[in-house]
């Protein structure tokens, strides 16, 4: 029967949810600081030299989000009118205001996903990259990968299978950025370094702010021109700030953090599992991202709710992310609040 809601609600809307605790929150009143957009910031600096030796790239430059950071990304690598490549669904084709086309310049191709959920294939990208051609074709500039793939499940792309996406973009004449907004979790997933997720990429986005917990901030990587350029559009875009060390100190805790991101993939299988001993038809997780498939995703959601439990209705299912502010009681008092499938 229905459980009556006890307690405050297992929010699993998103890992963006969670915040700081109390080691956080004193990191970030202890930190050190500059002004970052006159002269420099310490703390941001050994924000973004820690996230630089994480990721293998040459530097890195601290944005207050994971938007900006690709944004600033794709202002960099495009003229307007250029065209770029994703997966289908990818966060910066359908969450990010369309700023790819407006801020960018940037002309969008979506590829379908042919190589399993989130997954494109090198003959994807050599298939649709115009080799010159009349006056009038597009020039193709980019490739965006996502890893994880957040529309798709939360899927993850393998070192190898990463390898010869770069390989084949970069064989096209394309450059490759990375929106590694969960790449942690890929890392954590695969047993492997985030830097062998991003190895071949020329530029890549993390996010500090979705499972590892910092309240804001993420980073965008790559050689050391192009932070220079970086640091300038993110100037312009509104995003230099000053004394921003009191976030960067939360970001360096965060990184502390990857590691336990594993829990929250036990958690999210336990979750499919529990689902899927209640009825419901449900894959295995990859990491901290489900998505059950319902006929009608909004009641579900609504239903769910009123037993105190937040999730998020996607065209075809309700989504549910794990993170470090829900337990293994909360997930079993999901997966009890559930209604009986059909
Ligand atoms: C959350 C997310 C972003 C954007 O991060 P914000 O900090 O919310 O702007 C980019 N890409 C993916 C895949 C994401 O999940």
Redesign the pocket.
């Known amino acids: 029967m229905t459980p009556p809601p006890t307690g405050p609600p297992v929010d699993l809307r998103s890992d963006?949810v969670t915040r700081p605790d109390a080691r956080m929150r004193e990191a970030m009143a202890r930190a050190e600081v500059g002004d970052d957009v006159l002269d420099g910031d310490p703390t941001m600096r050994a924000l973004e030299e820690e996230v630089a030796g994480l990721l293998g790239t040459e530097g890195a430059l601290w944005v207050p989000?994971?938007?900006m950071g690709?944004l600033i990304a794709l202002c960099v690598h495009l003229d307007r009118g250029d065209r770029f490549l994703a997966p289908d669904r990818a966060?910066?084709l359908d969450h990010e205001v369309g700023t790819a086309a407006w801020l960018a310049g940037g002309m969008p191709r979506a590829l379908p996903w042919t190589a399993g959920p989130g997954a494109i294939s090198p003959a994807d990208i050599t298939r649709v990259v115009g080799r010159g051609g009349p006056y009038f074709a597009l020039r193709d500039r980019l490739l965006c990968l996502?890893n994880t793939h957040?529309a798709a499940g939360g899927t993850v792309t393998t070192p190898p299978e990463h390898r010869r996406l770069t390989d084949a973009a970069h064989a096209a004449g394309l450059l490759v950025h990375l929106?590694g907004?969960?790449l942690w979790n890929a890392a954590v997933a695969l047993g492997v370094t985030p830097a062998e997720l991003a190895e071949g990429a020329d530029t890549v986005q993390v996010?500090l702010?979705?499972g590892l917990g910092a309240p804001v901030g993420?980073v965008v990587a790559g050689d050391r021109a192009f932070v220079e350029e970086a640091r300038r559009v993110r100037k312009m875009l509104g995003g230099g700030v000053r004394q921003g060390g009191v976030l960067a100190a939360a970001g360096l805790v965060a990184l502390e953090r990857v590691d336990r991101l594993a829990e929250d993939h036990d958690h999210a299988r336990l979750l499919a599992a529990g689902l899927a001993d209640r009825g419901w038809r449900t894959g295995v997780p990859r990491t901290n991202i489900l998505v059950l498939p319902v006929d009608d995703p909004q009641r579900t959601v609504s239903v769910l709710a009123e037993r105190g439990v937040l999730t998020v209705p996607t065209d075809t299912g309700v989504r549910m992310i794990t993170h470090c502010d829900v337990s293994r009681a909360d997930i079993l008092r999901a997966v009890e609040s559930f209604p009986p499938p059909g």
């Open positions: 963006t989000s994971g938007s690709n966060h910066i996502e957040n929106d907004a969960r996010c702010s979705k993420s």
